[in-house]
């Protein structure tokens, strides 16, 4: 079927791009289809507005989800997607790179935002360049039009009450001859600081690492996770790597994000431009933090914090 093609490796970054594909469908007036991996996730995104999955059989011991990509692009031959939107995971941007050079169309890598333009019935694609600086256009003039999108771009899809859709069985993938043939889990020091809903950050403002432990107090208080500004992890060494924010390292979107004596240069504040509310912390008035905050405290850390984490406990009677 034409119209709005999703796929992503799980369900919660599924259910974010439905969202989109299912507006963006609506403003074509076509349908929304999605891939799926199982039976149950086939029937949750149909619940959630999906018109049609397409349930991807299971691949061989050893076989990369990469061996999707020819069943995928048959698919895409056969039926004319109109756009196809893929999550932007390691191998969701592997495998929509394969695609759309079998497909001899273009892709929008990184993708933020998305709107239709009504007169020429084409996407109209935003990504972030030069750190956060600058906000690039991407109109593909080919078809089907592809964009990967960071998870957490936008909200996930709800369940419709009444939606129907049907699931349609692809064909087994071709043997791939890459074959897995052993998954080591990389050891990390730090949880997923992505997943965070509340991030408490510390900065160069923080004078000495036992006074992370102000910052944990807070994280602790607001149920959050501690990440920190790329000083304090490459040059200090006093958090793990994995918990540094900014354009080189991770990009977190929290309901709530914290800056303890962080000065918010532009190159952290790519990282975390896309928290819902963005509070900063610091003695300097004129901090680049201030810029990017909803709400900010001019004043001394190590008299602030004690005094949040007092209010806090407080409001929620811990």
């Not at 196809?84 to 929509?96: D, K």
């Not at 996770?225 to 006093?238: I, K, T």
Request: a negative charge; charged letters at 25%; glycine letters at 10%.
């Amino acid at each position: 079927m034409a119209g709005v093609w999703i796929l992503a490796e799980s369900r919660e970054p599924t259910l974010e791009l439905l969202s989109a594909g299912i507006d963006i469908a609506a403003q074509l007036g076509v349908k929304v289809a999605a891939f799926a991996l199982s039976s149950q996730l086939a029937e949750e995104y149909i619940k959630c507005g999906c018109d049609e999955v397409m349930l991807l059989p299971p691949l061989a011991a050893g076989q990369p989800l990469e061996s999707y990509v020819p069943v995928i692009v048959e698919e895409a031959l056969l039926n004319g997607p109109d756009i196809i939107l893929i999550g932007a995971s390691q191998r969701g941007r592997e495998i929509a790179a394969r695609a759309a050079a079998a497909l001899n169309t273009g892709l929008c890598s990184g993708c933020t935002g998305l709107r239709l333009d009504q007169e020429k019935k084409q996407l109209v694609m935003e990504r972030m360049l030069f750190g956060g600086a600058a906000v690039q256009t991407v109109v593909c003039e080919t078809r089907p039009q592809m964009a990967t999108i960071p998870p957490r771009t936008f909200e996930q899809a709800q369940p419709a009450e009444g939606h129907q859709g049907e699931v349609r069985q692809l064909p087994a993938a071709p043997p791939s001859p890459v074959t897995v043939v052993e998954r080591t889990p990389k050891t990390s020091e730090a949880v997923d600081i992505t997943e965070a809903k509340t991030v408490v950050c510390v900065g160069r403002g923080v004078g000495k690492q036992e006074d992370i432990a102000l910052a944990r107090e807070l994280a602790g208080v607001l149920g959050g996770e501690v990440g920190c500004s790329r000083p304090v992890a490459e040059d200090l060494r006093w958090l793990p790597e994995e918990l540094y924010l900014g354009i080189s390292g991770k990009k977190v979107k929290p309901d709530l994000y914290i800056g303890v004596g962080v000065a918010g240069q532009i190159q952290h504040v790519s990282g975390i431009r896309d928290s819902k509310v963005i509070v900063g912390i610091n003695r300097d008035e004129n901090a680049p933090i201030f810029e990017a905050a909803d709400y900010g405290i001019v004043g001394d850390l190590y008299d602030i914090v004690p005094k949040l984490v007092k209010e806090i406990k407080a409001a929620l009677k811990i």
